[in-house]
Structure formats: C-alpha cells, structure tokens
C-alpha cells in the first residue's frame, strides 16, 4: 500500500468519524509538509494493530470464569439432585528447617504441642495424622451440608503413619 492511498484511506476514516456538519466545512487542501521516511508503513502498522485490537476480546473477559465441559457436566449433575464425589489427596509435608524472623514456625510439623495428645484443643497442636483427618472431615460436613447432601468429598491423608511426613 503506497503513502498516498494510506494518507487517502486515513482522511476517508476522519471524514466517517466527524459528525456531519463538521465534515461539511472540511476542504481538502494538499499539505506542505514533507513526508518523513517510513511514516507510511509506521501508519499501516498502527492501522493494522487497531484493526487487531477490535477484533480481540475486551481486557477483562480474560478473568472470567470459563467452566470446561466437565465441570459443566458436574454443575449439571448436582442441580438435577444427583450426589457427586469429590476425591481429595492431603499431603502432609514438612520443610527444610530455618531461623528467620520472616516466617511463622520453622518448617517442621509442630508434634510437641501440650505433650499429650489429649490436651488443648482439636486444632492445636500436635499435628499427626488424626488432626489433618479431622479436618478433612470438617471439609466434608461443610460441603455435604452446603450442597444439601449432593456433594460428598471423599478424602486420604499421606503418609499412612501417624507422625511421619514427607
């Protein structure tokens, strides 16, 4: 595309945007300006990514939700009344150990707590295999009650051993 046709295409897109009594009172009048090198292809490039742009979804479409078909699916399946199972992996993972003061605790699993098992509360410390279990089974209680009993998670705690971690 030449200079000129980009310069004639540029002025038939402002005389389209301007009202019509302003474009009325526009004359075409040949400029004396010299045409500075590549300004034509700077112009189809900016004409080319505006077209792009209006093409392109609005920025914040990006962040809406966009279920997959699955989960469609499974949305479906829990307004007809039928019962769905979520299935849960709790990990339980300890740290490497440090002395920041930029941290809260130092990586590992609190099995201290009260020095018995019994004492203090069920969310207190310490934290073995039978507190991250109970509150795995608070999650399902939550859900089962929040769903009207439609949705059950079902759950596993690793390791198996009472007070080992990865």
Do not use: W
């Not at 030449?2 to 009594?21: D, E, G, P, Y």
């Not at 302003?22 to 077209?51: M, N, W």
């Not at 440090?98 to 004492?119: A, N, Q, R, Y």
Request: aromatic share 10%; hydrophobic share 35%.
């Amino acid at each position: 595309m030449s200079s000129r046709q980009i310069l004639k295409l540029l002025f038939a897109v402002a005389v389209l945007l301007l009202s019509t009594v302003e474009a009325r009172q526009l004359r075409l009048v040949k400029s004396q300006r010299k045409s500075i090198p590549g300004e034509a292809e700077h112009v189809a490039r900016l004409l080319g990514s505006y077209a792009k742009a209006q093409k392109s979804p609005a920025p914040q479409e990006r962040y809406r939700f966009k279920p997959t078909a699955s989960a469609v699916a499974r949305i479906k399946k829990l307004q007809a009344g039928e019962t769905d199972t979520v299935r849960v992996l709790c990990l339980r993972v300890e740290f490497q150990s440090d002395t920041t003061p930029l941290t809260t605790g130092d990586g590992k699993m609190d099995t201290l707590g009260f020095l018995t098992p019994d004492s203090g509360l069920y969310y207190d410390p310490p934290h073995f295999k039978t507190y991250f279990e109970r509150q795995m089974e608070g999650l399902r209680n939550y859900f089962l009650a929040q769903s009207l009993g439609n949705l059950y998670v079902e759950y596993t705690v690793m390791p198996t051993g009472e007070k080992t971690c990865y």
